[in-house]
């Protein structure tokens, strides 16, 4: 679940902008602030995974607000939503690295398009191991629709490590531990026993519980003939 917090000094939009998070699956709002102090308050405690961030507010402008975020929450990610179309706003917003930049009025689907794109870009860089050249181009706005399928399918599960994986798996004879293929794959024991654990649900592999020369059992994945 990704947190949001909403920083929009009209409350009739930041209530229009929570509604709008509640008919898409994978956001939570997690608070709203109406001023700039307001909002660095609510960084500083909630430290949100996204920001829905306005330019115009009573105190500071939010481009102002950016070099706060990055310092103490550089985790956050930012969308602008407001009416600011100035060169020299929109430049700086740019340059700081925002994920998107809105147009107000927005409609629910110019919305939404911004929020899927944001979660594919996140769960994107959320895997283990290299990007294939289709994620890479998705971080820029390069390439796939988002209302294509997101790119780890099913969820926690990458394409590109579960080939690595399998490709290990079938030139093995003695089959792997998890933590023979964490090692073999660069990753840690329970993701490869993730990985490993779809494979047997898919029926690409199976499982055998085996024992050691020390006589404690371990659980051995082998491709399935």
């Not at 103490?72 to 430049?91: G, L, R």
């Not at 919305?111 to 050249?133: C, D, H, I, V, W």
Request: aromatic share 8%; with cysteine.
């Amino acid at each position: 679940m990704i947190e949001v917090l909403i920083i929009e000094d009209d409350k009739r939009i930041a209530d229009i902008h929570k509604r709008f998070i509640e008919k898409i699956e994978g956001f939570q709002v997690v608070g709203s602030a109406y001023t700039g102090a307001e909002a660095k308050d609510w960084i500083q405690v909630l430290k949100p995974q996204l920001i829905l961030l306005d330019v115009y507010l009573p105190d500071i402008k939010g481009t102002d607000l950016m070099p706060f975020i990055q310092l103490e929450s550089p985790d956050s990610d930012v969308i602008f939503i407001t009416a600011a179309s100035e060169t020299d706003i929109v430049k700086k917003a740019f340059k700081s690295g925002v994920s998107d930049y809105i147009l107000k009025p927005l409609t629910f689907d110019r919305f939404k398009e911004s929020l899927l794109m944001y979660q594919a870009k996140r769960r994107s860089l959320e895997t283990e191991g290299p990007l294939n050249e289709e994620s890479i181009q998705l971080l820029w706005n390069k390439s796939r629709s988002v209302s294509a399928e997101p790119l780890m399918t099913p969820k926690g599960i990458d394409p590109n490590t579960m080939s690595r994986i399998q490709k290990k798996l079938a030139a093995s004879v003695n089959g792997f531990t998890a933590e023979e293929m964490g090692a073999a794959c660069g990753m840690s024991r329970s993701t490869a026993r993730r990985y490993l654990e779809h494979l047997v649900s898919e029926q690409s592999a199976h499982a055998e519980l085996l024992y050691g020369t020390i006589g404690r059992p371990e659980r051995r994945y082998f491709r399935r003939p």
